[in-house]
Antibody, heavy 121, light 108 residues
Framework: EVQMVESGGGLVEPGGSLRLSCEGS????????MNWVRQAPGKGLEWVSS????????YYADSVKGRFTISRDNAKNSVFLHMSSLRAEDTAVYYC??????????????WGQGTQVTVSS | YELTQPPSVSVSPGQTATITCSGD??????AYWYQKKTGQAPVLLIY???ERPSGIPERFSGSSSGTTVTLTISAVQAQDEAEYYC????????????FGGGTKLIVL
């Protein structure tokens, strides 16, 4: 069974840091491009960051650039999001998602169930 | 870069719902559609503008014309009430994923 499980969310004070993890199982993790997407309360989906299969290409949304760092460890089937200088507006459910086009052009995408991050004093 | 969706679409059960998504990069980049229900992870409905992943009912279809992509839901059911999001890339290469603002499908 394919699973993507996020962990590391919680309550943190403004200015604080948090590290999210996402571990994949039931599929071959290493070829997948990995992404973090968040949804703030009452708001829509917002893309946060992406990392390619070999970590050669990394992207960030403007809203988190300079504060968040994405990384991955293919040996542990995991992707991480280190968040620092957190603000109230970073409060959201954070989802990890992996996607891959195979050699035949068929697209596969997996999502985790999300982890809640709350930034509040 | 922005993708523009209508805030809401209303439809009666059994009818057809159409949700549009407009953006300057749409002609150059593939579009994807997701269904999002409260407390659940997004579900991919359409990829590469028109392709449907395995397990997604044929009632869901996608199309593209100019700067607009469209999600069509035929024979709408009560269980289809949800938020629907389009997603594409910024053609500059700086932002691989961009989401539209979402459309609330209301089943009357």
């Amino acid at each position: 069974e394919v699973q993507m499980v996020e962990s590391g969310g919680g309550l943190v004070e403004p200015g604080g840091s948090l590290r999210l993890s996402c571990e994949g199982s039931g599929f071959t993790f290493s070829p997948f491009n990995m992404n973090w997407v968040r949804q703030a309360p009452g708001k829509g989906l917002e893309w946060v960051s992406s990392i390619s299969s070999l970590s050669t290409r990394i992207y960030y949304a403007d809203s988190v650039k300079g504060r968040f760092t994405i990384s991955r460890d293919n040996a542990k089937n995991s992707v991480f999001l280190h968040m620092s200088s957190l603000r109230a507006e970073d409060t959201a459910v954070y989802y990890c998602a992996g996607h891959l086009y195979d050699s035949d052009g068929y697209y596969t995408e997996y999502w985790g169930q999300g982890t809640q991050v709350t930034v509040s004093s | 870069y922005e993708l523009t969706q209508p805030p809401s679409v209303s439809v009666s059960p059994g009818q057809t719902a159409t949700i549009t998504c407009s953006g300057d990069s749409v002609p150059k980049e593939y579009a994807y559609w997701y269904q999002k229900k409260t407390g659940q992870a997004p579900v991919l409905l359409i990829y590469k503008d028109t392709e449907r992943p395995s397990g997604i009912p044929e009632r869901f279809s996608g199309s593209s014309s100019g700067t607009t992509v469209t999600l069509t839901i035929s024979a709408v059911q009560a269980q289809d009430e949800a938020e629907y999001y389009c997603q594409s890339a910024d053609s500059s290469g700086s932002y691989p994923w961009v989401f539209g603002g979402g459309t609330k499908l209301i089943v009357l």
